[in-house]
């Protein structure tokens, strides 16, 4: 897999026969979910059709971040950070998390003045948050001297982790408090009685259950189809650099239109653009287009639009199978796709433009990952109304990776019964078919 390398996870072999709460997608959300359900006792089953952690869960940026979000993730990304805080000691295993503050950059008067009535969100939140401009700024960013900039919204609070070793993490310390871990394991569909969940067949057998989460990311839409559950989705690819070690860069994560760049634990860095990303044009590009059409509107000039293969591949994915034959899940394991050299490479030399101590460093690895997203860009953390024992949690375009252990608490109380740890109000399913539509909030 030309990926990241990801911390690897063994598989368990003998699938169970039962267990409470069966789990699909070992990415951060699955593997959050899996272990909150399991820390309240409950019997867990995490299946994985790939390996743990090897889709957008590994390949993001890594920030951890509460700055620049829509308002309505800001409830649930404040106990993220919580999260985030006491993860290592609470799991055993480093995350590679440390609060190294992210600055968002602001090119002109315009942009300082949007950041700076954003950062009146957080007034309710005990989050530090500051406009920094001139002598302020350069203290906090150090030889950017070439950086032409307003100002920037400083968050010191906000930090960043290590996705290649995160997800690995959560699910292992799932499994040490009881939970299954099944790897090369796709689930195929759901199986009922009497309208609601009763179990799931996977490639390898059946396992009774009372509740299903799917947290399937770019994979869910498709999932759902046999259960004509309408689940709006579409896929970005996103492109990112990591470098070799280099020594001098910055230490916080830094935002701006044409990079975005965040140190890594191994004294690298990782780089991508700061809004350019890839539409491929497929079927469900029209399907879903009308519930779409608002966030391509406000999104159009961070998109690069194309028709290629990808139309074909999916053109043939059929939107229902029996359960007793391979799905499509089984052919295509892990979505790894061909990143952009173009976009990359520019973003590169925008940042060595700005820090010139980036002018001879090495490009270690590329690879692109795709961010699946909602047509307002809020994830959807839900209860199925017209499938009861199903929950869906996913939709994080791209905000995914920090606020993930939150979604997973905030999954194990919807299936538990538990009282929320925010409203769910603004993640539900049903939002994409009640009349109310959603759209992304400008700005985010």
């Given at each position: 897999m030309p990926g990241p390398r990801v911390v690897p996870v063994q598989g368990d072999e003998h699938l169970p026969e039962r267990v409470d709460v069966v789990v699909i997608g070992g990415g951060i959300v699955g593997a959050s979910t899996a272990l909150e359900l399991a820390e309240r006792g409950l019997t867990?089953?995490?299946?994985?059709?790939?390996?743990?952690?090897?889709?957008?869960?590994?390949?993001?940026?890594?920030?951890?971040?509460?700055?620049?979000?829509?308002?309505?993730?800001?409830?649930?990304?404040?106990?993220?950070?919580?999260?985030?805080?006491?993860?290592?000691?609470?799991?055993?295993?480093?995350?590679?998390?440390?609060?190294?503050?992210?600055?968002?950059?602001?090119?002109?008067?315009?942009?300082?003045?949007?950041?700076?009535?954003?950062?009146?969100?957080?007034?309710?939140?005990?989050?530090?948050?500051?406009?920094?401009?001139?002598?302020?700024?350069?203290?906090?960013?150090?030889?950017?001297?070439?950086?032409?900039?307003?100002?920037?919204?400083?968050?010191p609070d906000d930090g960043r982790a290590e996705p290649q070793q995160a997800a690995p993490a959560i699910a292992e310390a799932a499994r040490a408090k009881g939970a299954m871990i099944f790897t090369e394991c796709a689930v195929r569909g759901i199986e009922r009685a009497a309208g609601r969940v009763s179990g799931v067949i996977t490639e390898r057998g059946a396992i009774a259950c009372t509740s299903v989460v799917l947290a399937g990311g770019a994979w869910s839409s498709l999932f759902c189809s046999p259960l004509k559950v309408h689940l709006p989705q579409l896929k970005v690819l996103n492109s990112v650099i990591r470098t070799s070690p280099l020594q001098g860069?910055?230490?916080?994560?830094?935002?701006?239109?044409?990079?975005?760049?965040?140190?890594?634990?191994?004294?690298?860095?990782?780089?991508?653009?700061?809004?350019?990303?890839?539409?491929?044009?497929?079927?469900?590009?029209?399907?879903?287009?009308?519930?779409?059409?608002?966030?391509?509107?406000?999104?159009?000039?961070?998109?690069?639009?194309?028709?290629?293969?990808?139309?074909?591949?999916?053109?043939?994915?059929?939107?229902?199978?029996?359960?007793d034959e391979a799905s499509p899940f089984e052919y295509r394991r892990v979505l790894d796709p061909v990143p952009s050299i173009r976009q990359t490479n520019r973003a590169l030399a925008s940042l060595t433009n700005a820090f010139p101590v980036f002018a001879n460093v090495r490009i270690a690895q590329r690879w692109g990952g795709m961010i699946d997203v909602t047509p307002d860009a809020v994830p959807v953390i839900s209860a199925v109304?017209?499938?009861?024992?199903?929950?869906?949690?996913?939709?994080?375009?791209?905000?995914?990776?920090?606020?993930?252990?939150?979604?997973?608490?905030?999954?194990?109380?919807?299936?538990?019964?538990?009282?929320?740890?925010?409203?769910?109000?603004?993640?539900r399913l049903s939002r994409f078919s009640d009349g109310s539509s959603p759209r992304p909030i400008s700005g985010f």
């Open positions: 867990v089953a995490l299946c994985e059709k790939g390996g743990i952690g090897h889709e957008q869960s590994s390949r993001n940026w890594g920030w951890v971040r509460i700055s620049r979000r829509d308002p309505r993730e800001l409830p649930l990304m404040a106990h993220a950070l919580n999260i985030w805080g006491d993860l290592a000691a609470r799991i055993g295993k480093d995350v590679g998390y440390t609060r190294a503050g992210i600055l968002f950059t602001c090119a002109d008067d315009q942009s300082y003045a949007e950041h700076e009535r954003w950062k009146a969100n957080l007034d309710d939140y005990p989050v530090r948050a500051r406009m920094l401009s001139g002598s302020d700024l350069a203290a906090v960013l150090p030889g950017a001297e070439r950086l032409r900039i307003k100002g920037a919204l400083y968050t860069g910055p230490e916080s994560a830094i935002w701006a239109m044409d990079f975005a760049v965040r140190r890594r634990q191994d004294g690298g860095y990782t780089v991508a653009s700061g809004h350019e990303n890839i539409a491929d044009i497929v079927p469900d590009s029209f399907r879903y287009a009308r519930q779409f059409w608002a966030a391509l509107q406000q999104e159009h000039k961070s998109l690069s639009f194309r028709l290629g293969q990808r139309f074909f591949q999916e053109a043939v994915l059929p939107k229902r199978w029996a359960l109304d017209g499938v009861p024992g199903f929950f869906i949690a996913t939709g994080f375009s791209g905000h995914g990776f920090g606020i993930g252990p939150a979604a997973g608490r905030l999954m194990a109380n919807l299936v538990t019964g538990e009282t929320p740890i925010v409203d769910p109000q603004a993640f």
